[in-house]
């Protein structure tokens, strides 16, 4: 198995759809936001409108990982991202990681996303397991990470040195029985 079909994934309030290099001015507007930032990557990290444009217009032509556009549905906005990565082939296993933008938080759609995304994987791709890292003082992931049906496996405490103080790693991961269990209890 590989990732070199990029779906189109269509829920009830977001479309997943794959990037292009059109998406980086977006995109590029998103990851300047502050939660964005201190939430996602160091803040050190430079980040050029032409290193932007290159990254989303490659994310269809990469085999080992899934990148797609989370929009709402209702307008197409583009509004974040949902990543399956870090493929383990002999597991079964990737790590999923999102980034949602101010215009995209607060209406259910990185929870919408975060399920479309971590039910293709498992119905589609027949991966068995999927795991993330989250910072412990992000209760808004957390929340919705454990909604899905993740589970903390871990804490890596005070192992980040975030915003002037450390901050725990929380560990999280769901299996495709656990997955197949909530899906057949949702119907």
């Excluded at 939660?35 to 444009?53: A, G």
Aim: overall charge negative; some cysteine; aromatic content about 8%.
């Amino acid at each position: 198995m590989d990732f070199a079909d990029k779906p189109t994934l269509i829920g009830d309030r977001t479309v997943l759809r794959p990037f292009t290099e059109a998406d980086a001015d977006t995109m590029g507007k998103i990851i300047q936001d502050p939660e964005v930032v201190r939430f996602t990557f160091d803040p050190s990290v430079v980040i050029t409108p032409e290193s932007l444009r290159s990254w989303y217009g490659s994310r269809s032509a990469q085999p080992d990982r899934l990148d797609l556009a989370v929009t709402d549905r209702a307008t197409g906005e583009l509004v974040g991202e949902v990543v399956l990565n870090e493929w383990d082939p002999d597991a079964r296993s990737c790590t999923f990681r999102t980034l949602i933008g101010p215009r995209g938080r607060g209406r259910g759609l990185g929870t919408e996303a975060t399920r479309l995304i971590v039910g293709h994987g498992f119905e589609r791709l027949g991966l068995r397991r999927i795991q993330l890292e989250a910072y412990g003082d992000n209760p808004r992931a957390l929340h919705v990470y454990e909604k899905i049906g993740f589970v903390v496996e871990g804490v890596r405490r005070e192992a980040a040195f975030r915003d002037g103080k450390w901050t725990d790693e929380v560990l999280m991961a769901i299996l495709d029985r656990e997955w197949a269990a909530l899906s057949a209890t949702a119907r």
